[in-house]
């Protein structure tokens, strides 16, 4: 395709402002697909995407259109994932498109992920059209949200176009917005080869598929390239697009996107942002800016029957074929066995990936509290990277230890500013700003990170009733005062419960997890001490009292069938418990008591 025919853009939006919906109508209105094909949301493949309501792997779809001056242009739409875990996959599919379409409710406004978004639009140079949503809701107010809009990101709105991507009105005009007011893409055909891969994913059938962007150069199918920045080689067996299913063509050129297979046995193999070239007269520099995605959050993942571990290590196989983000190693546990520790890009992620693990693969998890990456300095001056708070070196041999920090942003309705502004403060906050935007405020903290990851979102939504919305970027490592509490039950230390907290937080963390401990240990035939403790001083400390009578006893003598119902609900409730020393622990225990309230 020549190149002032092509446009490649992406939508961003905030969840549920309409990204998938207005895509789908993009694609059904130029009839790329035929509309009895037409499934509800094209553009999130799994399921779980689906139930979440939200888009995790990059998707692309080609559309052919014929615009009012006649001509037929090749429209080249990626999907970017939405959430804030995934920021790093955003910018690289920004970086493969030369505009957006920023995609606003027009009942809502501009929200926090809205922003996020727009801004790496704005980074990649992107040309932004500014597209008002479900206008055919009677809450619309159009002036209104171009107007902040205008104030909130500093973008043009006058021609933003009023769209219902429900109803189909201003579809045809977002459609010409795409093609008159985007620039083409520009590239050279004669030039060594370089192909952006934005993004890779296992497929059973054909391996792994990697997307790419040309940028200059062209892919046959036959061609020996090389990955630039692993330097693997492989020879390209497939070329194709998505239309979405997929469709071979014979090359692709400059300005071009679509998809290659090429016997890559896994998703690791691939690195996002990496640079393809041809093996022989390849391109002799990268495309800028690679830099692998890090885990930043980290638990340990148990099966609850210990039977089932190696059921869990081919899941978790299974699911790092397919996400070359999430890491895992090997864990022993005194107290939960045999385990993984894993690494994951945010809370979301880890959330995903737990349940899947639980819903497609039957396994029931126990889940220890996710930590972050701390910065451990010996006194030696040596640093290591602590991904687990029971691998804490001795006390005695710690200079320092530096934590991770992000600067968060959120958009709240002034009515629940107050509570939002305490949340962060009492999670060791520091506001670097704080802005109006209509009746909503803009708050800008940096925090810790350790602090967010439990629970933050949880307690946003519930003090703000689910009004705010939030998004963070990480800002890098500092000190501060860092210690390791850990968890005694019965005298016997229960790692999987060891967390690391700010000193000036550990008596009243410690109180609450031995309080909150004390309510979800059932009672024993005996009393159990239950404590937190620093090195080896005990901060905090409550006891079980013993339980005198055992569960059947309450029941008449004659009723069989009733004391074995009660036994057999002991029973399965005993599949949930852990033991540990004489007691016995339930798997919520290990959830709900690192929650704070
Ligand atoms: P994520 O996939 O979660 O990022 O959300 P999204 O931005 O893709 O939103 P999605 O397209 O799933 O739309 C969210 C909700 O808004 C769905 O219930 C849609 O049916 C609805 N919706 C989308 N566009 C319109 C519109 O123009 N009018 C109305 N009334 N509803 C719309």
């Not at 919906?21 to 779980?48: F, N, P, W, Y």
Request: glycine content about 6%.
């Amino acid at each position: 395709t020549e190149l002032s025919k092509i446009r490649n853009f992406s939508i961003v939006a905030h969840i549920d402002h309409g990204k998938s919906t207005l895509a789908d109508r993009l694609i059904q209105s130029t009839g790329t697909v035929q509309d009895r094909d037409m499934k509800e949301q094209l553009l999130d493949a799994m399921d779980i995407e689906r139930e979440r309501g939200i888009t995790i792997k990059a998707n692309t779809v080609r559309i052919d259109y014929v615009a009012d001056d006649g001509e037929h242009y090749v429209l080249n739409l990626i999907d970017t994932p939405g959430h804030v875990d995934f920021a790093y996959e955003v910018s690289r599919s920004m970086r493969a498109v030369e505009g957006s379409l920023l995609v606003v409710d027009s009942t809502q406004g501009v929200e926090a992920q809205t922003l996020a978004n727009v801004y790496q639009a704005i980074d990649a140079d992107h040309e932004i059209v500014p597209v008002l949503n479900k206008i055919d809701l009677p809450a619309a107010d159009c002036a209104r949200v171009a107007e902040q809009i205008e104030d909130v990101i500093g973008i043009d709105a006058t021609d933003a176009i009023q769209v219902s991507a429900k109803t189909g009105i201003g579809i045809k005009e977002t459609l010409e917005a795409i093609v008159t007011r985007l620039p083409a893409p520009t590239g050279t055909r004669d030039a060594p080869l370089k192909a952006m891969l934005v993004d890779s994913w296992y497929d059973a059938y054909l391996g792994v598929i990697v997307l790419v962007r040309i940028m200059d150069g062209v892919l046959k199918k036959g061609d020996q390239i090389k990955m630039m920045q692993t330097g693997a080689r492989y020879g390209v067996e497939r070329i194709g697009v998505f239309r979405p299913p997929m469709q071979v063509v014979d090359e692709l050129g400059p300005g071009e996107i679509g998809f290659i297979t090429a016997s890559i046995k896994q998703v690791r193999d691939t690195k996002v942002g990496d640079t393809i070239t041809h093996e022989k007269k390849g391109s002799e520099t990268a495309l800028p800016g690679f830099k692998p995605s890090v885990p930043v959050v980290f638990c340990g993942l148990f099966p609850v029957d210990s039977s089932e571990f190696e059921d869990l290590r081919n899941a978790i196989e299974k699911l790092a074929l397919n996400d070359a983000s999430f890491s895992y190693e090997m864990e022993t546990s005194a107290a939960l066995g045999f385990g993984f520790r894993c690494g994951f890009l945010g809370l979301l992620h880890l959330e995903v990936i737990r349940d899947r693990i639980e819903r497609e693969y039957n396994i029931e998890l126990i889940t220890t509290a996710p930590s972050v990456v701390y910065h451990v300095y010996a006194k030696d001056g040596e640093m290591q990277e602590l991904h687990n708070p029971a691998d804490m070196p001795d006390l005695s041999t710690i200079d320092h230890l530096e934590e991770p920090r992000i600067k968060a942003t959120i958009l709240v309705p002034d009515d629940f500013l107050g509570d939002v502004l305490k949340l962060c403060q009492d999670r060791r906050g520091i506001q670097l700003d704080l802005s109006y935007a209509g009746s909503r405020a803009m708050v800008v903290y940096d925090l810790p990170l350790n602090e967010v990851v439990f629970d933050f979102y949880d307690r946003l939504k519930s003090v703000t009733k689910g009004y705010a919305s939030f998004d963070y970027q990480m800002i890098g490592y500092r000190t501060d005062n860092l210690v390791k509490m850990s968890v005694l039950v019965n005298d016997e230390p229960v790692d999987a419960l060891s967390t690391m907290v700010h000193r000036d937080r550990a008596e009243q963390r410690g109180r609450a997890m031995c309080e909150k401990l004390k309510d979800l240990i059932p009672r024993h035939m005996f009393k159990i001490p239950i404590q937190a403790a620093i090195g080896g001083k005990v901060i905090a400390r409550e006891t079980l009292s013993a339980l005198r009578k055992d569960v059947t006893a309450k029941c008449y003598g004659g009723d069989a069938s009733r004391k074995r119902k009660l036994l057999d609900k002991q029973k399965a409730g005993k599949k949930k418990m852990r033991q540990f020393g004489r007691v016995e622990i339930p798997q919520e225990a290990f959830i709900s008591a690192l929650k704070m309230d």
